[in-house]
């Protein structure tokens, strides 16, 4: 198993720090690498390790660390071989559930974000509502509008401020 050595993620944990490796690999000197011994299963380290706070055993501020002296210390508790094969299969399962959601979600966000796009175009086109044929123009619409100020003497600024005074005496 290949745990984190260094960086904020051994702190803020917004990804996993331990990971089950398997044939050969290469690793640099950020990770440390763990081997297990009685046939305690490789799953329920990496779940310890991942569910586990090690804020008390990393060094450093600016770079968090967490050295092999301060890693040997840390107590792993070691519960029955049953228990332990449990804990990895609901982990396991437990976590492709949560990979198929984030999966899902993303897949969701893009569909909303296309189906604003499309909302939008058909906005502008005119195509959201049926149009009633007796329904006057935009551009008509806004010449009424921008004429009604002018003949009430109120400029849009002067009318933003009164607004905006008047909310603050009210609250």
């Known amino acids: 198993m290949l745990l984190g050595e260094d ?8 990804k ?6 398997h044939g050969k690999f290469w690793v640099n000197n950020h990770a440390h690498i763990l081997k297990t011994y009685l046939e305690l ?23 968090p660390k967490l050295p092999q002296g301060a890693m040997n210390t840390i107590p792993v508790p070691f ?25 899902e979600v993303r897949r969701q966000a893009i569909r ?11 906005a502008f086109e005119g195509k959201l509502a049926d149009q009633d044929p007796s ?4 551009a008509v619409l806004l010449a009424r ?21 008047r909310v603050s005496v009210e609250t």
Do not use: C, H
């Open 145 to 165: 509008v921008k004429a009604e100020r002018n003949a009430s003497g109120v400029k849009s600024k002067d009318k933003k401020r009164r607004l905006a005074s």
């Open 79 to 103: 519960p029955p071989a049953f228990e332990q094969e449990r804990i990895v299969a609901q982990t396991d399962g437990l976590l492709t559930i949560a990979d198929a959601l984030a999966s």
């Open 7 to 14: 960086g904020a993620n051994l702190l803020a944990r917004s």
């Open 41 to 63: 299963p490789l799953g329920y380290m990496e779940a310890f390790f991942n569910a586990t706070n090690l804020a008390a055993y990393v060094t450093g501020t600016a770079q």
């Open 112 to 122: 909303g974000q296309r189906l604003r796009q499309s909302i939008l175009k058909w």
């Open 135 to 138: 329904d006057e123009p935009a």
């Open 16 to 21: 996993p720090i331990a990971f089950r490796a």
